[in-house]
C-alpha cells in the first residue's frame, strides 16, 4: 500500500475540518486558521487584514504567531489537530 503525499493528507484534513458535526473551541479554531494560512500563503502580513474588527485581528494574531513554521510544518500540524478530533 502506498502512503499518501503530504499534501494529499492536509486536502484531507481540510474537509474532514469543514464537515465536523461539532463545533470545536476557538482556540483550537483560531490554531487551525493560523496552520491553513501559514500552509497555503506563508508568512503572515499585517497588510494582508482588510478590516480591523475584533475577530479579525484574533485571526491575525494566530497567524503571525505560526510564522516562524515552513508550510509543510504547518500543514503536518493542521493534519494532527483534526486527527486528534476527529478519533473516535
Given at each position: 500500500m502506498?502512503?499518501?503525499d503530504l499534501d494529499t493528507l492536509f486536502h484531507e484534513a481540510y474537509e474532514k475540518a469543514s464537515n465536523l458535526a461539532h463545533p470545536l473551541p476557538?482556540?483550537?479554531m483560531l490554531r487551525l486558521?493560523?496552520?491553513y494560512?501559514?500552509?497555503t500563503i506563508g508568512e503572515a502580513n499585517p497588510m494582508y487584514q482588510h478590516s480591523f474588527d475584533?475577530?479579525?485581528a484574533f485571526k491575525m494574531n494566530a497567524w503571525?504567531?505560526?510564522r516562524h513554521l515552513q508550510p509543510d510544518e504547518a500543514k503536518k500540524l493542521y493534519i494532527e489537530i483534526i486527527d486528534s478530533v476527529t478519533k473516535t
Open positions: 502506498e502512503e499518501k476557538q482556540d483550537v486558521y493560523a496552520y494560512k501559514q500552509a475584533l475577530r479579525n503571525m504567531q505560526v
